[in-house]
């Protein structure tokens, strides 16, 4: 089940960075082709105004929206690639004095460290949730799209992540 999860949270992470990507080289493609070379040659070349037009308007309704939408993604990206990377032990540990420790107590201290990381992820799973039910239907400045849909990772990723946590110190827990 848990590499399904994986999967699914691994293919969501790449969708969202591409749709990300796509949105800032439309963006950057405006800016630099649309509203610079081809603006000029709309100015020097009259028969070349009305392909100029309807190329800057079909553009123009997309990269509004350029600038806040990838910055939104983003956060799935972080947020996925958290998770993914502590299913695989991806996270820098400095474990020496863990290790260090006789099999109670390394057992105790990873116990604590779960149980830590867990609450401030409940935590994280309440107050996202509280926080997508006051503003969530707030849509963002520049398209008619709810902060919800974008603010949804959080306790996605909080479950996602005690999960992942639980599941590292019930391996840790039997290789000890």
């Given at each position: 089940?848990?590499r399904?999860i994986?999967?699914?949270?691994?293919?969501?992470?790449?969708?969202t960075?591409m749709?990300?990507?796509a949105?800032i080289?439309l963006?950057?493609?405006?800016r630099?082709?649309?509203?610079?070379?081809f603006?000029?040659?709309?100015?020097d070349?009259?028969?070349?105004?009305?392909a100029y037009?309807a190329?800057?308007d079909?553009?123009?309704?997309i990269?509004?929206?350029a600038d806040?939408?990838?910055g939104?993604l983003?956060v799935?990206?972080?947020?996925?690639?958290?998770y993914l990377a502590?299913r695989?032990?991806?996270?820098?540990?400095?474990d020496?004095?863990v290790?260090?420790l006789p099999?109670k107590g390394?057992?105790?201290?990873?116990?604590?460290?779960?149980?830590?990381?867990s609450?401030?992820?409940?935590?994280?799973?309440w107050?996202?949730?509280?926080m997508i039910q006051?503003?969530?239907?707030?849509?963002i400045?520049?398209a008619e799209?709810a902060q919800?849909?974008?603010?949804?990772?959080l306790p996605i990723?909080?479950v996602l992540?005690t999960i992942?946590?639980?599941?590292?110190?019930?391996?840790q827990?039997e290789d000890?």
């Amino acid at each position: 089940m848990l590499r399904l999860i994986d999967r699914i949270a691994e293919a969501l992470a790449v969708f969202t960075f591409m749709v990300s990507s796509a949105f800032i080289f439309l963006n950057v493609l405006n800016r630099y082709l649309v509203l610079g070379l081809f603006r000029n040659w709309a100015k020097d070349h009259e028969s070349f105004r009305p392909a100029y037009f309807a190329i800057r308007d079909a553009l123009g309704s997309i990269v509004v929206t350029a600038d806040e939408v990838p910055g939104l993604l983003l956060v799935w990206v972080a947020f996925l690639g958290a998770y993914l990377a502590m299913r695989k032990d991806g996270h820098i540990a400095f474990d020496l004095f863990v290790q260090s420790l006789p099999r109670k107590g390394r057992l105790l201290v990873q116990g604590v460290n779960t149980v830590l990381i867990s609450g401030f992820l409940v935590l994280l799973f309440w107050q996202s949730i509280r926080m997508i039910q006051v503003s969530g239907a707030t849509e963002i400045e520049t398209a008619e799209i709810a902060q919800g849909w974008f603010m949804l990772i959080l306790p996605i990723a909080a479950v996602l992540l005690t999960i992942a946590a639980v599941k590292r110190f019930l391996i840790q827990k039997e290789d000890l």
